[in-house]
């Protein structure tokens, strides 16, 4: 392993080039404030929501003056900025788009996250040198997917929760893609884009700036309702078993990282754009942190990571069930209106 | 109006139950594990093949939903016999359609539902590439289907059974082996739920399925643009898809019947929902 070639300071983005090693670290911009504070710890780059078009809540999302300045901020610090449009959209909203894509174009974003294989060849034709990644919500989940995707326009893709390190480098080999892997995210027993229970239980149909927007239904724009953490019973001819839940668990890597910087992942991705800002800024302290002391050392004292680690995970555990209950409530009062 | 059907091993085969349709879906997408899968092709691929033609019937062959690296050789190793014997081959992972359309060009391609077709754009991008026909995304509605079908490409709706409301890596239900007293591949035979206040799913290898059959029969007229309508009973025992099957041809042939329609109630074990042909949560029923 070469050793550093520079030092960095907290207030500039840093490089996590070292010699022949590189790995972008991706901090969440649920708002302005978390896109500055996402760079002022450390990150290289920062993605955020395009608003009605990303998947999560609105309340994460932006409108397009806020995205300018995100947009600002990010290349002030030298950093990037990734506009996440990949919500499906409906069929006939093809053209409104193209005009938003258009509109991000011209504010000079770095990349765009799609989902819609056929919006990727679009994005492609339209503007071939405007970087695509494909998001954790189009569950590529083999080489040959992967290499579709890649005739479509894509240049990176984000490896789904469970896909193993050599299934990612046998991808990244066939394909030329980089590979982008969430080390703060959760994994549940569906691959994310495949998932439909949200929607099935409760869905509330709306427009924003006349497009349609879809709460409950993760794959067309709104929130999950996150029916997998309700209390199930599995039943038939009697109740075989009670109150457990589908399995949907938050994690935070830490063990893993360095492999996959020796390996070749190419970029590091924190979720998180609905938590508090300084949960977020702790966070990308905290691995920006462990991947310089790892690229310059070549070692890293674990134990000292994970002790602080663990200390973020419970924040982010109380921020987290918090938030799933106050979806639990609106599917309940979704679903009356309904 | 082709009027379709999924049969998952030879066994689920009987005359009966395969006579109200034109063609046939082979194979267990869901789970590699179940027993005779006609995904694994072989011997039993092939006999079907040759009952269906011979009741002059179209064969058509599903592949595994969701294969990973480890998992492309023996997917391609099936369609390469299929595509000989086969009159189109479903994939709903755009690896395998990839894979299918560059080397056998003139085979028939559906892509099936869970291939996640939500555009226009994508249905253009398949259909430039080969494939036929689209199972749109479960999640779209009835105006959105129409969209797609503007492309030109065929389309193919489910109008009756249980649809994935999610796929994922792994079977779920084999933990509770223990508690169920059978173990794979013997587990998925009971009939069994998952219930959580108003939500019943059926857990079925690596997918889970609405625990309600979605039922367009009252809303058939609505969804005539199709090209082909498919019972969704891969699931199923062989008795649901010969009832299930003969109603909606008779529905197709002579029209509307109350009896047929309360027919069709008395097979669900958990009620009716329209799924997401009218912009509702999947699991509400409009009546017609």
Known sequence: MDLPMATTSTEQVRSTFRGDIMVELLGPGGSLEMVKAVFKAGAD???????GWSRRSKKYEMRDEELKKAVQIAHDYGGML????????????????????????????DAVILNDIGLMRVTEERYPDLKIVASIGASILNKEEAMLYREAGADMFVADCKM???????????????????????????????????????????????????????????????????????????IYASDFRLPNDMFLMLDEIPEMIDRGVDCLKIQGREYSVSLIHDLVRLYRNFIDEYIERGVVDMEAYRA???????????????????LMRAARAEKSEI | MELTTNIPNLESMSECSIKPYDSIYLGMPYCWEYEGNLISGGDDLISAVEVLHSMGKKAYITTFAVPRNRDLDRVFRTVDVAAEIC??????????????????????????????????????LLYSIGVSRIVPSYELSIEDIEKIKETGVEVEVVVHGKVPVGIGHECFLRKF??????????ICREEMFFRSEDLVLKPFGHATLSGKDVCMY??????????????????????YRERVGRIYRDLL????????????????????????????????????
């Open chain 1, 164 to 238: 193993s390190l050599d299934e990612m480098v046998e991808i990244k080999k066939y394909t030329g893609l980089g590979v982008e892997v969430l080390i703060h995210a959760n994994t549940d027993f569906t691959y994310l884009g495949r998932c439909w229970m949200s929607s099935y239980k409760s869905l509330k149909y709306e427009t924003i700036d006349g497009k349609a927007y879809y709460v409950g239904s993760p794959n067309r724009g709104g929130v999950c309702f996150r029916p997998c953490l309700l209390g199930w019973k599995l039943t038939g001819e009697r």
């Open chain 2, 87 to 124: 009159d189109g081959i479903e994939a709903s992972n755009l690896g395998v359609i990839r894979y299918i359309t560059k080397e056998y060009p003139d085979v028939s391609v559906i892509a099936g539902g869970l291939t996640n077709v939500y555009t226009a754009s994508t249905a253009e």
């Open chain 1, 45 to 51: 780059s920062v993605y955020a929501g395009v608003l």
């Open chain 1, 82 to 109: 990734r506009a996440a449009i990949n919500a499906m959209p409906k069929p006939g909203e093809e053209r409104m788009y193209t005009e938003r894509l258009d509109t991000l174009y011209s504010m000079d974003i």
């Open chain 1, 308 to 326: 602080e680690l663990d200390a973020i995970a419970e924040k982010r555990d109380s921020e987290r069930l918090r938030r799933t209950l106050e």
């Open chain 2, 177 to 186: 082996s223990s508690a169920v007293g059978k173990d794979c591949p013997k």
């Open chain 2, 253 to 288: 042939e002579r029209g509307f019947s109350r009896s047929d329609f309360e027919e069709l109630r008395s097979i669900s074990e958990n009620g009716f929902a329209n799924g997401y042909y009218f912009n509702r949560a999947g699991q509400i029923y409009i009546p017609g």
């Open chain 2, 218 to 239: 009252e809303h058939i007229d609505k969804l005539r643009f199709a090209d082909a309508f498919r019972i969704e009973a891969v699931t199923e025992r062989i008795g």
